[in-house]
């Protein structure tokens, strides 16, 4: 028995499985909405599918924590002292980073969730962290006008969000598929047509195609494209690239954060130092000793402080300097033991540190609710873009946004919103709507990675995003039926995939703005232009 059309994909015996819901991805986005799901419709049956091990990816590895207002337990004395927080500062300041491209309304219902979205993975088994007072800790990070970022375990926020929702998936109704990555979208009528299931890859190389009603995209992002990055290995892009090759409609994908303080330690790995250690009072230093920035202004003019201060000393790392704070070891026992594993000790010296490629903005477009330009296909957590973080991600939204839209996406999909049809990816005239040619190529994966950084990483300009185009088309011909004999050689379909994407976003946006600085157009364009992004009928096949 074969299978049905496959974007991408020729016709292989496959297993099969049948369920209302398919998931993929495991991170906060995913697992909420797979939980949701199960919560409002007891009868559904839901698969979540994961490419490593549930919880291995992008969320487990947060830091910082997350942005909320939570004006139920205001530290004691906020009132009095003028430092309450509140909804309306929260959207200014995530307006103020997003540099102009942020859709309002979607930050609007990012921030007034926050309590709600606290809420539900405290019931859900995450254990905040707590003053004396017993209110919530709060920490402050960059281009935040309160302390809002509440957290657990110190810097291990991440890791007990993904421990306390596997848990909670794991103890539930839904089917797991782990060490199972994403092959192709399945269009029947093909590509632009309505998507009604996935084909996956398992973890003997067996095909199983999956058939159903709604299939969520929760794969992370795609900062793998870059050689240097904060990012899990997992972080391929996966969804975006297939949703693109389905006939899905992009966003700003040009658009990637680059965080400005990746610890660089003598074996050459990068390993994150959270922003709330700046937040505490760390302070950037060049070779000399002299600080250089405010270490709290917006990620990207942060990094390019630090990018322009390695110039000056020949490439050396700047130094982040924490020895001021007290008790650093206990409030970011994450952090110490990855700059210990790295053979430093931040309690007595400065650190070497960086700036890597750390999170996507861009990516599958979607509305209000998670769904995207196909009927039957939604997007949510990195993956999408909602509109939340416009050209430069305020700092902590992301778990805050997989938890607030996940739940939107689950409340869609089981009918419990007023909502419904598909996005209209040309209803935004004032965007710059782009056709993308997919490579018929692939680059070696380490090749590809170092062109990326070097030509659109934190600098970028025409001459060198051409370079990079001409490249890409110029790759050794690969049959565009991603049947890939394992998960390395399909994260390099993928990740050559969105390089071209890239690109040719960052091609079109003449203008620096937020993350995506372009040397040869250093100033804004005014109104902001959001760029979309469509695979044209050959690269889409």
């Avoid at 805050?400 to 419990?416: N, P």
């Avoid at 598909?422 to 040619?437: H, R």
Wanted: charged share 20%; glycine share 12%; proline share 5%.
């Amino acid at each position: 028995m074969t299978s049905p059309t496959t974007t991408g994909a020729p016709a292989v015996p496959v297993e099969r499985l049948a369920v209302d819901v398919l998931v993929v991805g495991s991170g906060i986005a995913g697992l909420t909405t797979a939980l949701e799901v199960l919560r409002l419709a007891p009868g559904a049956r839901v698969a979540v599918a994961t490419k490593a091990a549930l919880g291995d990816g992008a969320t487990a590895w947060a830091q910082g924590g997350i942005a909320a207002v939570l004006t139920d337990d205001q530290p004691a004395g906020a009132e009095r002292a003028g430092s309450a927080d509140a909804v309306s500062l929260h959207v200014a300041d995530t307006l103020a980073a997003g540099d102009g491209l942020c859709t309002a309304d979607a930050v609007a219902v990012l921030c007034a969730a926050g309590a709600d979205a606290v809420t539900a993975l405290e019931r859900r088994g995450l254990v905040l962290d707590r003053r004396v007072d017993g209110t919530r800790a709060r920490g402050l990070e960059a281009a935040h006008s309160r302390p809002r970022i509440v957290h657990a375990g110190g810097d291990t926020t991440g890791a007990h969000v993904a421990a306390a929702l596997g848990a909670a998936v794991r103890a539930s109704r839904a089917a797991l598929l782990e060490r199972t990555s994403l092959v192709a979208l399945v269009t029947p009528a093909g590509p632009g047509t309505p998507v009604t299931g996935a084909r996956l890859r398992g973890p003997g190389g067996e095909d199983v195609l999956v058939s159903a009603r709604a299939v969520v995209l929760a794969t992370g992002g795609y900062a793998q494209v870059h050689a240097h990055t904060t990012t899990p290995a997992v972080a391929t892009g996966d969804g975006l690239a297939a949703a693109v090759r389905a006939g899905a409609v992009a966003r700003d994908v040009e658009m990637v954060q680059f965080h400005p303080t990746a610890g660089a330690g003598p074996d050459g790995r990068a390993f994150l130092v959270s922003e709330a250690v700046r937040g505490e009072g760390a302070v950037l230093l060049d070779a000399t000793g002299r600080r250089f920035t405010d270490e709290l202004a917006p990620r990207d003019v942060v990094a390019r402080a630090c990018a322009a201060a390695m110039a000056a000393q020949g490439g050396a790392p700047v130094l982040l300097d924490a020895t001021g704070i007290a008790g650093l070891s206990a409030r970011f026992p994450g952090i110490d033991a990855l700059t210990r594993a790295a053979g430093l000790d931040w309690t007595r010296e400065p650190v070497p540190v960086t700036p890597a490629a750390h999170y996507a903005m861009g990516g599958v477009l979607t509305d209000l609710d998670g769904r995207t330009t196909l009927h039957g296909l939604w997007a949510v957590g990195e993956v999408a873009s909602t509109g939340v973080h416009g050209a430069n991600r305020l700092a902590s939204n992301s778990l805050l946004e997989g938890a607030v839209f996940g739940a939107r996406a689950a409340a869609a999909i089981t009918g419990h919103s007023a909502s419904d049809g598909v996005v209209d990816g040309a209803s935004d005239g004032g965007a710059v709507p782009l056709d993308v040619e997919l490579p018929a190529g692939v680059l070696p994966r380490a090749e590809l990675r170092e062109l990326v950084w070097e030509h659109a990483g934190l600098l970028r300009d025409r001459a060198g995003l051409e370079l990079l185009t001409k490249t890409l088309a110029g790759a050794v011909p690969h049959q565009r039926t991603t049947d890939a004999a394992d998960v390395a050689d399909l994260e390099v379909r993928a990740l050559t995939d969105v390089a071209a994407l890239l690109a040719a976003g960052a091609l079109a946006r003449e203008e620096s703005r937020g993350a995506h600085a372009r040397t040869d157009h250093p100033s804004r364009c005014e109104p902001a232009r959001h760029v979309l992004l469509r695979a044209t009928a050959g690269g889409a096949a």
